[in-house]
Antibody, heavy 120, light 107 residues
Framework: EMQLVESGGGLVQPGRSLRLSCAAS????????MHWVRQAPGKGLEWVSG????????AYVDSVKGRFTISRDNAKNSLYLQMNSLRPEDTALYYC?????????????WGQGTLVTVSS | SYELTQPPSMSASPGQTARISCSGD??????AYWYQQKPGQAPVLVIY???ERPSGIPERFSGSKSGTTVTLTISGVRAEDEADYYC??????????FGGGTKLTVL
């Protein structure tokens, strides 16, 4: 069974850093691009970042460029999101999602999310 | 920045057909995807590449494209279809973009 399990969320002060992780199982991890998508409380979905199957191609939404870094370790079947200089508007449930193919295109299967709260 | 436009809400009675639209000027050339999200749950892909249905998704869900608008059609709406629905595509730079979402209420 395909599984994506996020971890690393929590309460953090503005300006601080947090690293999210996503452990994947039940599929061949390096056959797929991967994504982080967030959802602020009561709001819609916002794509945050994506990474191709081999990590060569990465992309970010404008609001996190220069602050967030996506990476993956195919040997460990893991996806990461390093979040620096966090702002209150980054508060959201962060989902890890598997793409439908090798390159960044769409989010197929999703995890259950990890909550990030940025507040003093 | 690229935007996908959806109606914020719509309603349908059980057994009726619900059609949720999504418009964007790159949709003729970039695949569209549709997701269903029920309260407290992660989104689920219900349509990919405009018209394809993943395994396990009921046949009453279908997708179509006409010009710069794509449509998710739910035929014979059921109470369990009440959810938020999001369209998704990619922008000129290859980044993923979601529509604002449509809340479907089953009366």
């Amino acid at each position: 069974e395909m599984q994506l399990v996020e971890s690393g969320g929590g309460l953090v002060q503005p300006g601080r850093s947090l690293r999210l992780s996503c452990a994947a199982s039940g599929f061949t991890f390096d056959d797929y691009a991967m994504h982080w998508v967030r959802q602020a409380p009561g709001k819609g979905l916002e794509w945050v970042s994506g990474i191709s199957w081999n990590g060569v191609n990465v992309a970010y939404v404008d609001s996190v460029k220069g602050r967030f870094t996506i990476s993956r370790d195919n040997a460990k079947n893991s996806l990461y999101l390093q979040m620096n200089s966090l702002r209150p508007e980054d508060t959201a449930l962060y989902y890890c999602a598997k793409d439908t193919g090798l390159q960044i295109a769409a989010t197929g299967h999703w995890g259950q999310g990890t909550l990030v709260t940025v507040s003093s | 920045s690229y935007e996908l436009t959806q109606p914020p809400s719509m309603s349908a009675s059980p057994g009726q057909t619900a059609r949720i639209s999504c418009s964007g000027d790159r949709l003729p050339n970039q695949y569209a995807y549709w997701y269903q999200q029920k309260p407290g749950q992660a989104p689920v892909l219900v349509i990919y590449k405009y018209t394809e249905r993943p395994s396990g998704i009921p046949e009453r869900f279908s997708g179509s494209k006409s010009g710069t608008t794509v449509t998710l059609t739910i035929s014979g709406v059921r109470a369990e279809d009440e959810a938020d629905y999001y369209c998704q595509s990619t922008d000129r730079s290859g980044s993923v973009v979601f529509g604002g979402g449509t809340k479907l209420t089953v009366l």
